[in-house]
């Protein structure tokens, strides 16, 4: 059985229009959610040998912070490019590249891909995964190639306004 968690950054700012789209940081609200989820998806019990995350600013400082929440030593956090705006078909190259030895990966990325990742995994959980929101699913798998799981089971799916 393997657990993979699917991490949406947390909200980022457009505060300076002229910012590539890969530098933009964290606005405020990010700043705000992404503690408050990382202790949410602690106290799920949602524990990560591995924590891969995209390249892009805001998703490296999510990562970061998710990290501390949890007490995964920043260290062990992983920089992957491919996860930038990753589609479907690569973010599932992603997660099959990874050691089987990892039996829980938690990877921080970008929409579309990681709806669609979450909806491939269980069928309609989300029209829409919010910033800084999680889906934490088991699947019935000895590898990470999750293409050819036999079945996926949700463990916990929570988002920021889930408890507003």
């Known amino acids: ?31 705000r959610d992404a503690p408050i989820m990382g202790e949410r998806m602690k106290n799920a019990g949602i524990r990560p040998s591995l924590i891969l995350s995209s390249t892009a600013v805001r998703a490296w400082k999510t990562a970061k912070i998710i990290a501390d929440q949890i007490a995964y030593p920043r260290e062990f956090l992983q920089r992957e490019p491919g996860l930038y705006h990753a589609g479907l078909n690569k973010l599932y190259d992603v997660i099959a590249a990874q050691d089987e030895g990892f039996n829980s990966i938690t990877i921080v990325g970008h929409n579309p891909g990681l709806t669609d990742l979450a909806n491939d995994l269980i069928p309609n959980v989300t029209g829409n995964l919010p910033t800084a929101g999680f889906i934490s699913v088991l699947v019935d798998s000895d590898d990470w190639d999750l293409r050819i799981q036999n079945s996926a089971r949700l463990i916990e799916y929570d988002y920021p306004k889930k408890h507003a």
């Open 1 to 31: 059985m393997k657990t993979i968690t699917i991490f949406r950054h947390a909200k980022s700012s457009w505060d300076q229009p002229n910012l590539n789209d890969h530098d933009r940081p964290l606005n405020k609200r990010g700043e």
